[in-house]
């Protein structure tokens, strides 16, 4: 269990050591009746709340538009299917909607068309969905889209499975591109061990059909130095998405729909693998935009928690689930070598090392200034970390998710103040780091003030 007696809001800022901007993230993941997306300051006070749009994830746009969902579909019938794509004002007014991928008729219910986007998507001109110095989303450009389609495919499994597609639409909402991923699964290096773990138990989930993939992060390469150094396999059109359930990472080509480069499922064929270890459950792998530090590494958060088919053993009877750590990490990689350039926390004796854990959900975003903002989803930690490993920024949701009774945000994303001209820029007034060896809660009331007044002075 965490601590029942925690702080929210910003806990800890040194302005001169951040890249100060606004922060936007979800209230409540799949709550049609929550605060919506909610944007920060650095002090942590809401400078705008766009009530009811769900944050699969949500992302800023230039001049203070936002993009998310509006709706998920009932739990009964589909898995984690969100109704609407769409894009608002600052107002919240719908400027744009995408929702004409599938028309479903779920039971008692009208037929309607859905969306049923899911995790990711990304709005031309801008490859990754967060701040990079001189790109900048495209006006009416065409959205690559995270989706769901049920189907079966016996090479998988005779069950039905939820599938995850990719794919593209223009500002009308047409579609003029489609992957779909089990179409590729014999290029996904599975061991026969895993195959048969796949085909008796393909993640099934209470509504119906197996999560096999669990697809939760898609992006564009966008212009690198692997491709200008002549590696095709990193054009900048390609994609690279992140399957949480199998322990994936991999490049689309756009051209062939083949995937022309892995990371995973296993980390035992080779040095460089061992070196990295078991990745497992990922979020957010990305390729680091050109214009940015590190940039054409992978950056991504390593969860840990369980996830992965194969060999049964003690900790997984069936073979599902059987890769298994009680630590998170951000890993900064090299594509090519397969180096680690940089994690967080840094290597430290002992399982877990330098406590960072989050078993799903969660975030990285390279900053400008070479920091990294780090979501560490399920307790609702945001924090923004120095390529030393400190900490400069940190930030507690108070938003608890009133059905799942935890706090929990999927992505957080920063932005810079222009991005949102309507808010009036708060003052960046400086929060010490509270000494935990010298906090206790006062006796009594009178005394709880006494130092509630101190603290604020």
């Not at 900048?236 to 080509?253: E, H, L, M």
């Not at 949102?420 to 960046?428: G, T, V, W, Y």
Request: charged share 25%.
């Amino acid at each position: 269990m965490p601590p029942s007696v925690f702080p929210t809001g910003t806990t800890i800022y040194y302005p001169e050591k951040c890249w100060n901007g606004y922060t936007l993230f979800q209230s409540e993941l799949h709550n049609n009746n929550s605060y919506g997306a909610v944007l920060i300051d650095m002090n942590g006070n809401a400078v705008n709340r766009w009530q009811g749009l769900d944050g699969f994830p949500n992302k800023l746009l230039p001049g203070g538009h936002v993009m998310g969902s509006t709706g998920v579909r009932n739990f009964k019938y589909g898995y984690q299917d969100m109704l609407d794509l769409v894009e608002v004002d600052w107002e919240g007014n719908i400027i744009w909607k995408f929702d004409k991928y599938e028309l479903v008729k779920d039971p008692r219910q009208k037929p309607r068309w859905m969306a049923r986007q899911h995790h990711d998507y990304q709005r031309e001109g801008n490859p990754v969905g967060y701040y990079v110095p001189g790109m900048e989303f495209k006006p009416g450009g065409k959205t690559l889209i995270l989706c769901h389609k049920n189907l079966k495919n016996p090479d998988i499994s005779g069950k039905t499975l939820v599938d995850d597609t990719i794919i593209e639409v223009d500002k009308n909402g047409d579609i003029t591109w489609e992957w779909v991923c089990s179409e590729h699964f014999d290029e996904m290096g599975f061991s026969a061990r895993a195959k048969q773990t796949l085909a008796r138990n393909p993640n099934m989930q209470k509504a119906g059909g197996g999560d096999w993939m669990h697809m939760n992060s898609i992006s564009l390469l966008g212009p690198n130095r692997w491709f200008d150094g002549g590696d095709r396999r990193f054009h900048p059109d390609n994609i690279i998405w992140d399957g949480r359930q199998t322990n994936i990472i991999a490049i689309i080509d756009r051209r062939t729909v083949k995937i022309v480069w892995r990371l995973g499922p296993y980390f035992t064929g080779g040095k460089a693998l061992r070196k990295i270890g078991q990745i497992i459950g990922q979020h957010h792998a990305h390729l680091i935009p050109r214009g940015l530090p590190g940039e054409g590494n992978i950056l991504l958060f390593d969860n840990g928690g369980a996830a992965g088919y194969g060999a049964p053993n003690p900790s997984s009877p069936d073979g599902r689930d059987n890769a298994r750590r009680d630590f998170s990490r951000v890993l900064e990689i090299d594509p090519i070598t397969l180096e680690i350039k940089w994690q967080y926390p840094p290597p430290a004796p002992g399982p877990g090392g330098n406590r960072l854990y989050s078993a799903f959900v969660s975030s990285a975003q390279r900053l400008p200034n070479g920091n990294t903002l780090i979501t560490e989803g399920n307790g609702g930690r945001i924090i923004e970390v120095t390529s030393e490993g400190e900490i400069v920024w940190e930030y507690i949701s108070p938003y608890r998710h009133r059905m799942l009774k935890i706090t929990l945000i999927y992505r957080a994303y920063r932005y810079p103040y222009d991005w949102a001209p309507q808010a009036e820029r708060s003052k960046e007034i400086t929060v010490p780091r509270i000494d935990n060896s010298q906090f206790r809660v006062p006796k009594s009331s009178k005394a709880l003030r006494e130092r509630l007044t101190t603290l604020k002075g």
